[in-house]
């Protein structure tokens, strides 16, 4: 087993699964199937830096509120740490722990030079006016100052966060260093360094990892029925990726509730009719109402969780029906239902692999901001496609070769390189 008293984790709520048990429970059945030894267990379950600052921001209203900000650097053994920045009310540092260690092995597995790391403040941003926002944001970057870089740790948007506050860490930044940086973050705008084809990029991973899938099975995108919990950036790209090739949207949604139609959404005037609507899909012609429980149990032939974790539980798993599920968001299927949907041969395309999109292309906008030099969209699209597939197909062939799951030969692949790595490097005692 593996011990967590270094971490200085709030305890979990009975009520909610624990997102960092379950990473630690991913983390033991890969370490048991490679046969790594405790010590080493102990320090790939333990994060190398957690770190939490006070965020003092003066509201419109001229009222002082203290908000708490963290990032947690899980291992930078194979490079920079890694990982996005969410604004939500759920975060916590157990969460945030969570995703860290699933970014060190997302980008193990895509054998991209990253490590992982994750950070989030606990706020609802619909609540904050735009200016305090960017207080918010600037404040939070400013006293990271010492713990992030180009060549330290790189954040990027997450759930909640955007281009946007992607602009205002980097000047930040760069005005406390004195001169331009934009290496030291990635999904910023154009204007100032962001890469084409990255505000689609995890919907397109999906996508590709979906349509693999397919292809293994003698399918293609034409006509599967497809469900999608989510129209966000990631929800909504891959419904507008899958729908181009084919595929039957036949169920979306949203935090406020979702849409079904049987026949099939028209996925270009639902943007449309979203954008008109302050993100709302309700009302949507020629659909009717559904709720996200109800979108998860729907008949079809692929479902994609792009929303919140912990979506696929031990109480709804015999109600779901799709034979495919993309993990487009992290974690939506918990432990135990992952375990009861491989039993009835469930196909699940695991997160660190389906979700993998968005940190391939921020992988590429860093090495264009490195050298200065940009590449058009479609050599963008064609270097993160070439290493989705490239990964998929060592996930597929682990698979076969040890006999188990897809998700479990992920983390084989992802847990087995930074392992090594350690070794390699002499940093394992």
Known sequence: MISKSLLPLEP????????????CSYLEAAAKELNLNQGLLEILSHPRKVVTVSIPVK?????????AGHRVQHSDVLGPYKGGIRYHPAVTLREVSALAMLMTWKCALLGIPYGGAKGGIPIDPKRYSVGELERISRRYISELIKDIGPSVDIPAPDMGTSAREMAWMMDTYS?????????????????????????????????????EALAD??????????????FGNVGGAAAELLHEAGAKIIAVSTGAGGIFSEVGLDIP???????ENHKSIIGFPQSVPISNADLLTLPCDVLIPAAL????????VNQVQAQIIAEAANGPVTLEANLALEARGVIVLPDILANAGGVVVSYLEWVQGLSYVFWDEE?????????????YRKVIHQSEARQISLRLAAYTLGVGRVAQALTDRGLYP
């Not at 979990?12 to 990473?23: E, G, K, V, Y």
């Open 12 to 23: 979990a709520s009975p009520a909610h699964i624990c997102p960092f048990d379950q990473a």
């Open 59 to 67: 509201l419109d209203n001229g009222e002082i509120q203290v908000l």
């Open 175 to 211: 005005v406390n260093v004195g001169h331009a940086v934009p290496g030291v973050v990635t999904g910023k705008p154009l204007s100032i360094g962001g890469s084409l084809g990255r505000e689609m990029a995890t919907g397109r991973g999906t996508m590709i990892i979906v349509r």
């Open 217 to 230: 099975r003698g399918k293609s995108l034409v006509g599967v029925r497809v469900a999608i919990q989510g």
């Open 269 to 275: 005037a639902l943007k449309i009719y979203a954008a």
């Open 309 to 316: 974790e912990n979506q696929i539980t031990q109480e709804n």
């Open 379 to 391: 050599r963008v699209n064609r270097e993160m496609e070439h290493l989705m597939v490239q990964a």
